[in-house]
């Protein structure tokens, strides 16, 4: 079956974006990130250079064994240049929240930086 590498980002490309953080920011390798969702180094190369994707299984064991919800793994995976520049102050008032991460807007020349008081975005209901 030949690979259409010029069709519209789909989950291929998020499954790509995922194992890139994964290798970036948790410093994982493809053979713990396989470890991980239980399939080999190939399958995981695959996913990321875009030819395969991983199904909401795979997903779901990540979200076990990172401690996250997958929403929020998603949402840290994207690129955030990708976004639409309307919906990117909304984006980055939500990351910042959940990652507790410094913001930094620029004003003018001059970069602004702020820190974020981390907190859980959780809100637990009781009876």
Same mark, same amino acid.
């Given at each position: 079956m030949k690979t259409n590498l010029n069709?519209?980002?789909g989950t291929e490309y998020?499954? *790509?974006d995922v194992v890139r953080l994964l290798k970036d920011q948790? +410093?994982?390798t493809l053979k713990k990130i396989g470890e991980a969702i239980n399939c080999g180094e190939s399958f995981?190369?695959?996913v990321g250079s875009g030819h395969r994707s991983f199904t909401l299984d795979h997903l779901t064991m990540l979200e076990k064994k990172l401690g996250e919800p997958v929403a929020i793994l998603l949402l840290k995976s994207i690129d955030p240049k990708k976004i639409d520049k309307?919906? *990117?102050?909304?984006y980055n008032r939500f990351m910042s929240r959940v990652? +507790?991460?410094t913001v930094v807007k620029a004003r003018g020349k001059r970069k602004v930086v702020r820190k974020i008081k981390r907190h859980n975005?959780?809100?637990h209901v009781t009876a």
């Open positions: 069709k519209p980002e998020f499954s *790509r948790y +410093g994982w995981v190369s695959m309307q919906l *990117r102050p909304l990652t +507790g991460k975005p959780v809100a």
